[in-house]
């Protein structure tokens, strides 16, 4: 099993910054592949960012492009999502979630693992 935490959110003013991080323990070496999903009031968990564990490779919705970005501490067993230039559109809940297999996606009943999610609120 993997364990997921997410850790970061926050209220933050439209233009703000914030950086979320999930540290995952567990079995840790079955992960290949993390993701950051968010799920706004009423909206279905939408995919945000994703990266390969070994490649570093990453990849966007087109949503967060050129805002937010995609990180890892290989050591740390750590993933981060810088997000710049937030806007109220931005505000839900975000996870972040692990998969097994290699290959970047961006579904997320592609990914085996969750975390509980930490809230990002967006003020204007």
């Known amino acids: 099993q993997v364990q997921l935490v997410e850790s970061g959110g926050g209220l933050v003013q439209a233009g703000g910054s914030l950086r979320l991080s999930c540290a995952a323990s567990?079995?840790?070496?079955?992960?290949?592949?993390m993701g950051w999903f968010r799920q706004a009031p009423g909206k279905e968990r939408e995919f945000a960012a994703t990266?390969?564990?070994?490649?570093?490779?990453?990849y966007y919705a087109d949503s967060v492009k050129g805002r937010f970005a995609i990180s890892r501490d290989n050591a740390k067993n750590t993933v981060y999502l810088q997000m710049n230039s937030l806007k109220p559109e931005d505000t839900a809940v975000y996870y972040c979630?692990?998969?097994?297999?290699?290959?970047?996606?961006?579904?997320?009943?592609?990914?085996?693992?969750w975390g509980q999610g930490t809230q990002v609120t967006v003020s204007s």
């Open positions: 567990g079995r840790t070496s079955s992960m290949y592949v």
């Open positions: 990266i390969s564990w070994s490649t570093g490779s990453t």
């Open positions: 979630a692990a998969r097994a297999g290699y290959v970047l996606k961006y579904a997320a009943r592609e990914y085996d693992y």
